[in-house]
C-alpha cells in the first residue's frame, strides 16, 4: 500500500524532533523547548508586555504566563508593572539570561544546520519562503473565521 504524502505529517515530525532536540540541548541550562523561545524574543526586545510577547509569539495567554513564570524562578527573567498600565507586565532579561544568550544561538543555528545539511543555499532560501507563506496562510485563515463568525 503507497503511503499518502503528507505536509501535515513531516511538519509534526519536524517539529517533534526539533522539541526533543532543543530540550536535550537546553537541559543543563534548566529551560525546555517552551521557553527558549521567550528568551529569544527577549533578546530582541527586552523590557516587552507579556500580552505582547503572546501576541508575537501566537500562544495563548495561560502557556506564555506559564513560560514566563518558569523562566522566573529559574532565574532568567524579571518582571516589572508597567508605569503605563498597572494591569500589564513588563518583563526584562536578568544577567543569568544575557550570559547565556550566544550557546541558546548555537543550539538553535545547529538544529537549522541539521535541518538544511543537504541543501543548496536557493533551495534553504526557498524552503523558508514556503513555510512562511504557510504560515501567512494559516493567518488569512483564521482572520477570515473570525470575520465570519463576528469574533
Avoid at 42 to 50: E, P, S, V
Avoid at 97 to 111: C, V
Wanted: aromatic letters at 10%; charged letters at 35%.
Amino acid at each position: 500500500m503507497e503511503e499518502c504524502k503528507s505536509i501535515g505529517k513531516y511538519i509534526s515530525i519536524i517539529y517533534r524532533q526539533g522539541q526533543c532536540y532543543i530540550n536535550k540541548k537546553l537541559e543543563p541550562y534548566g529551560i525546555g523547548s517552551g521557553q527558549f523561545i521567550f528568551l529569544n524574543v527577549l533578546y530582541h526586545k527586552d523590557g516587552i508586555r507579556q500580552e505582547e510577547m503572546a501576541d508575537f509569539l501566537d500562544i495563548d495567554k495561560g502557556t506564555t504566563a506559564r513560560a514566563i513564570k518558569r523562566l522566573e524562578e529559574e532565574g532568567y527573567i524579571y518582571r516589572r508593572t508597567d508605569s503605563k498600565d498597572h494591569r500589564a507586565q513588563l518583563v526584562f532579561l536578568t544577567q543569568k539570561a544575557k550570559n547565556i544568550e550566544e550557546d541558546i544561538y548555537k543550539i538553535l543555528r545547529s538544529w537549522t544546520e541539521i535541518l538544511l545539511s543537504d541543501f543548496s543555499i536557493e533551495d534553504s532560501k526557498k524552503a523558508e519562503e514556503l513555510l512562511e507563506a504557510m504560515t501567512k496562510n494559516i493567518h488569512r485563515y483564521y482572520e477570515r473565521e473570525e470575520i465570519q463568525h463576528g469574533r
